[in-house]
């Protein structure tokens, strides 16, 4: 079936059409054909992917979108004793915090302006500044900008310090390179409608064994208490505590199989790079500006400024949507802005066919 349009947005996103057709048989959730033969495989694959053993890491799958798993993360592995940091640049970031007040955690919020980085220096005078911390959560992309934090840094400056670290990577896991043992992430969180481009309905949580284990009992919310749902889906070869999304979970067997196919994540990566390229490229040309600079800017998404005072964006988005092409709104609050996605089943064939559709509407 044809596309209405082409999704330049952080998620959901174009998802090829033979993802799309993978939805069109009906499973059912308790058996083996649907346990054994989809749901088992996923989260085996979720684990080759991130190069990880599965004797020291699991992935636990939960139904909800991105927010659900961040949510479910955060109040199983924080108890009432921890402390959390949680070093923000962007809404994503912010958003812990807000989950944070909705469990009454005890955690500390460093709210960084939304173009600078969370580096390692940023968690060093934290950490300094707080003592007693024992869980520290960041966003590795941050969807609101387009920026990449360097997770990297931050995960030297927490080395062997028995900190556990989160990191929502929602938008980066499977587009950039991660190495979770070498960072020694504790829990990793990313959703089926982001790099994977699989369609919206779940999202999943890759951790260390030993943490997913130690999050028994902690939950203080039933649907989302991840030690349940994980230690199910151990038992059950595959179950979901609850009705699980089975054609979402099916278009997302076939989604990781694609990425296979690309030739994994440094292809997938190097496409994304390419289409990112291609639209400042191409967008300088035609006399916009990044909203970042270079060095900070990740190849997920990429924020430009309104190029004049009276630039009328509804008015942008509606024309272009007539060509084809959806783009999304700025999200940050002390500048005009809009964001193109470079991310889902994109290519920069696709990105030339835009600039040149944006070189006509405006
Ligand atoms: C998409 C995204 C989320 C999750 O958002 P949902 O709307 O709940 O899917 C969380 N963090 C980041 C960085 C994201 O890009």
Redesign the pocket.
Known sequence: MERNYLLLT??PLSTSETVRKAMLQDWCTWDKDYNEGIVTPIRHNLLELAGLDEEHYTTVLLQG????C?EATLGAAVRPEDKLLILANGA?GK?MAQIADYYKLNYVLVSLEETELVTGEVARKALEANPGITHLSM?H???TTGLLNPIEEVAEVIRGRGITFIV?A??SFAGVPIDIRGLDIDFLIS?A??CIQGV?GF?FIIAKKEQMLATQGNARSLSLDIYAQWETMEKGHGKWRFTSPTHVVRAFYQAMQELKEEGGIEARHSRYEENHRTLVDGMRALGFQTLLSDEKQGCIITSFLYPSANFNFPDFYNKLKTKGFVIYPGKISDADTFRIGNIGDVFPEDIKRLLQAIKEVM
Request: glycine content about 14%; charged content about 20%; hydrophobic content about 15%.
């Open positions: 952080p998620g979108s991105g927010t659900y961040v994503y958003r966003v992309s941050e969807t929502d929602m938008s959703s409608n982001k919206p999202g």
